[in-house]
Structure formats: C-alpha cells, structure tokens
C-alpha cells in the first residue's frame, strides 16, 4: 500500500479524495497496490465528512510519516503551499500538484529538489485542468520540435466572453452572472486580466524551450475592455473573440503572449465555448493537433492530480524527469510579432477613408447594423509595433482587438 496525504480540503483537493475512492480498484489494478489516503492538511472544521478521521492542523505529522510517499497540494497560492511542497520533496517524498502558481513561481526550483532527492515533482492540473497536456508534451510529443502552442487556457474568461457574444450583454453584466454561478471568483482579476493564462503559458513554454519562462515577461492583456459592441463586429466578420494563450517558437528564439483575439471561423480554437478549454499544438512533425476538454472544475482537475500519483506510484524510487534548466529563457519582444488588427474609429467611413488609408495602408472596412457613428476596419498583416504607432496617430478612435 502506498501512503498519501492531501494538503488543502477545499474543491480540488476535496476531489482528489474522491478520485482516489471512487476509482480505488481501477487504480490498484494500474499501479499493482493500493493507493490510500493517510492524512488530510486543513484548519476547517470538517466534522461531518466521511473522511474527518483523517483531518489534522500538523504538517509535522505527514512529514516525519515515512510510511507517506506522495503528498497531493492542492492548497493554491505561493506561500505555505511553497513552504510544505518543498519540505515534502527534500524529506524524500514525491508531490503531485494542481498549483499553477506554485509552478509559474518555484517550479525550477521543485524540480531541482525532487531531482537530487530522486523523487517526482507533477504538475500535470496546472495547465488545462483535466486536459492532458504536460505529459503529451514530455513524452507523447517527445520527439517533436514544438513550434506553436496556442490556447484557450481560462475557462472564466471563456464563460463570459462565451456568453457576452450569445447574449450580447456586456463583460460587468456577464461577469457578475459568472460569479452569482460560481463560474467567475469573487476577486477575478487573475483570470480577467489574463494572468492566470499568462501562468499557464509561462510554464508551456519553459516545457518545450526546457528553458524557465518567467511569467511576468509573457505580454498580457485581459478581458475587460471588451464590449457587447466589439461582439457585434465578430459576428459581422465571421470570427469569434477569445482570450488566446500563445507561445511561438522562431529562428530567434520564442514569443508568449495573453491577449483577447478574434478569431476566425477556420481557427480550431474558433468553437471552443463556455467553461472548455482547447490547447492547440503545432509540432515540426505531427502538425496540427488539438487537446479539448474540461479545463477547471473539481473532478476534470482533480482526475489530473490522481493522474500525477499513478504516475508516481507506477515509478517508486525513480525520479520522473519532468524538467526544464534553470537558465532563464529571455523571451523576444512582441511587438516584433506580425498579424492583422481590427480597429473601431467614430464617423463616418466616406469621410474618414483616405485619412485612414493614408495611415494603415489597404484596409477593409466594416459596419455593424445597430451602431450608429462609427465602423470598423481591419488592417493587413503588420508587425505589433508598426500597428501600435499608426493606431497611436490614429483620431477618434474606440478600441482595436488582434486577428488570428
Ligand atoms: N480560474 C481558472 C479558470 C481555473 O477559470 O480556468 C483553472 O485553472
């Protein structure tokens, strides 16, 4: 029998607990014994529930138990979180986690420990939730050179921009839906400004660079500028828009970048909605692929972690080499990036024609039916930084949202 302890009782790690009861006979037959839960780290008072024979408030307990060999975090946050993981992995366990945070931030660091101590670090819920996509990337893709991750890495976002386009209602309307559901935290402001998918692609990209990303250098942009008007153009336009995750790899070196993105009808990415994620991988020899699935939720990330732990439990006394170096990758600018921009100006397009031409060169113009006083162009394909210095020229504008 192997031993684990879950730290932190909250939807995940309360769904981890789950996993492992539900599909106990499944996972023993896989990893040839049992997998049981020994402990369980949290303050809340859980009397009541089945498992609180197991609760305690003493992380000593699990850390001086030699009979505990993985510990599940599935506390969040960067703070005990890091403290426990790191103490688990230099006492010789393995640890299997959910924390993207924890990754973004320490990861390099975990993987250094887990290494020297010859035990694993996981992280596969960290990305996508119940989506497989660390380990593809490892070992199913292991043999190709990954030139474009591209995804749909939020399932809040996607909710409400989801939603905005259905109903058309705005992003504080549909936001606060979102959070009346459960769907949207009461503080949103990682998954709406983009940080959380920034989080996600950071560790993507230091996976296939086998480089350590920085999350803070990926260029990001959230969700909250976009408006019920901006919808009424993609539907014009025949695209959809999508907070977009995106690592790019080129001759130089690679590009990440977080931005709201209207999408084209052709795009994979195009009908991925609601909560759903899609990671979409572009390999130098497979080509085009695609992964979909449930991205957030109690059960998909918690099939994830329990994923981790049959994964270390069928490796005891191996270390998994899920690594990237400690060198830091220094990602190139985005503004060197090309694409094509959409652009919302006020008037009227007879009489602002030439002057928009005169600046942006060839564009198509569009209208909307319902907005009076403005239109929409969409520019060829240029670099970031040459559309930024025409855009900033540019009078009377509203908004302007990249194509893909
Ligand atoms: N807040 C995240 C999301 C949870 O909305 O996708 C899963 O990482």
Redesign the pocket.
Known sequence: MIKTAILGYGTIGSGAAEVLEVNKEVIKQRVGEEISLAYILDRKDLSGDPRAGLVTTDFDKILNDDEVKIVIETMGGTGAAYTFVKAALEAGKSVATSN?ALVAKYGTELMEIAREKNVSFLFEASVG?GIPIIRPLYDALGGDEIEEISGI?????NFILTKMAKEGSDFDEVLKEAQSLGFA?ADPT??VEGY?AGRKISILTSIVSGKQVNFEGVHMEGITGITAEDMKYALVLDRAIKLVATSKKTDKGYYAIVSPVMLSDSHPLYPVNGVF?AIFVKGNMLGDSMFYGS??GKLP?ASAVIADVVNIAKNMGRHIPYVWSGEELALLNYEDMTRKFFVRASGDIKEREAEITSLFGDVAFVEASGLKGEFGFVTEEMTEKSFADKYEKLADKITRIRLG
């Open positions: 993207k939730g890495m939020n399932g809040t976002t935290e990682d998954d959380d994620n991205g957030a990330t």
